[in-house]
């Protein structure tokens, strides 16, 4: 059964505090995409890898770094967080081409 | 700017009742659409997707169409059912590869009602 992973679902951080969001497949994609959903508005890529340490900067890639040192394992740091980036973050991985990507159940953020 | 616009906003429906999303987009060049269904609190899932010019696709009781000259697309639902509650998302990919980006609207969201 093909399967994206996250951890923690749910997590409260103060702001300055360092944040690790991980995110695991079993299908071995290569390419991999973390995302973050604010209300009203549509999914916004902040980076994707598309093997192990061959990253990419997404659309809004400040304030965060990735690591990939595993293909089945993608992670999403927040170097001293901050409020703004209180949401919800989904993980995703695609096998190639047009296919789907396969979505993570994502990880809320809370940044006080 | 929004690339990619979804109306309406959202919408209530009585249960086995039809309804009609709608996407509007104004991404170029345009790939694929794919519509995905996000239940409350869960990641997306895909529908369907379409490819070709006036594509057309069916499955189950959901269907949708995609004009490219118009760059319009519809996702059907037929005689909804309460698990249809979701938001549905509208996803227009720029390239048929990993190098493409997908370009996501904001979402319909939709609550069927018994």
């Known amino acids: 059964d093909m399967k994206v992973t996250q951890m923690p679902r749910y997590l409260i951080k103060r702001m300055g505090e360092n944040v690790l969001l991980e995110c695991g497949q079993d299908?071995?994609?290569?390419?991999m995409y973390w995302y973050r959903q604010d209300p009203g508005l549509g999914l916004q890529l902040i980076y994707i890898s598309y093997d192990v340490d061959s990253n990419s900067e997404g659309d809004i890639p400040k304030g965060y770094r990735v690591s990939r040192k595993k293909r089945e394992h993608f992670s999403l740091i927040l170097d001293s967080a901050k409020t703004n980036q209180t949401s919800v973050y989904f993980c995703?991985?695609?096998?190639?081409?047009?296919?789907?990507?396969?979505f993570g159940p994502g990880t809320r953020l809370l940044v006080l | 700017k929004t690339q990619v616009e979804q109306s309406p906003q959202s919408l209530v429906v009585r249960q086995g009742e039809n309804c009609v999303l709608q996407?509007?987009?104004?991404?170029?060049?345009?790939?694929?659409l794919r519509w995905f269904k996000q239940d409350t609190g869960k990641g997306l899932v895909s529908l369907t997707v379409?490819?070709?010019?006036?594509d057309k696709t069916s499955n189950g009781r959901y269907s949708a169409t995609l004009d490219k000259d118009a760059k319009h697309s519809t996702l059907h639902i037929t005689a909804t059912l309460l698990d249809d509650t979701a938001t549905y998302i509208c996803?227009?990919?720029?390239?048929?590869?990993?190098?493409?980006?997908?370009?996501f609207g904001a979402g319909t969201q939709l609550i069927v009602i018994p």
């Open positions: 996803v227009v990919g720029d390239r048929g590869s990993a190098l493409g980006r997908l370009h």
């Open positions: 379409l490819v070709h010019e006036n």
């Open positions: 996407c509007n987009y104004s991404v170029t060049p345009d790939n694929h």
């Open positions: 995703a991985s695609i096998r190639g081409a047009q296919d789907t990507q396969y």
């Open positions: 299908m071995s994609h290569e390419t």
